[in-house]
């Protein structure tokens, strides 16, 4: 299981619009981990969370990151990326 959570906005000189992060494996977003915000201002930071079950195969291995699916640059702050292996 891998959840990601943190604050997201639209930096200073950034413009103001819908913004979103998706949980990635191997570098590709997984759409039904999109976290989609609209702030109404720059500098106004929402919070995001989602999860994604994630199976590798016995020794294998996955690259997981969160990737910004947005056209525009956001700031991310106290950001949390959690992996949990189940057995």
Same mark, same amino acid.
């Given at each position: 299981? &891998?959840?990601?959570?943190?604050?997201i906005?639209?930096?200073? %000189? %950034?413009?103001? %619009?819908?913004?979103?992060?998706? +949980?990635? +494996?191997d570098?590709e977003? &997984?759409?039904?981990?999109?976290m989609?915000?609209t702030?109404?201002?720059?500098?106004d930071?929402?919070?995001?969370?989602?999860?994604v079950? #994630?199976?590798?195969?016995r020794?294998?291995?996955?690259?997981?990151?969160v990737?910004?699916?947005?056209?525009?640059?956001?700031?991310?702050?106290?950001?949390?990326? +959690? #992996?949990?292996?189940?057995?």
């Open positions: 299981r &891998v959840t990601f959570g943190g604050n906005a639209v930096p200073t %000189g %950034g413009t103001v %619009g819908p913004i979103s992060l998706a +949980i990635a +494996i570098g977003p &997984v759409p039904a981990t999109s989609i915000v702030p109404a201002a720059v500098n930071y929402f919070n995001v969370h989602s999860t079950f #994630v199976e590798v195969p020794c294998c291995c996955s690259r997981i990151s990737k910004n699916t947005t056209a525009t640059s956001i700031n991310v702050a106290n950001a949390n990326l +959690i #992996v949990e292996r189940v057995a």
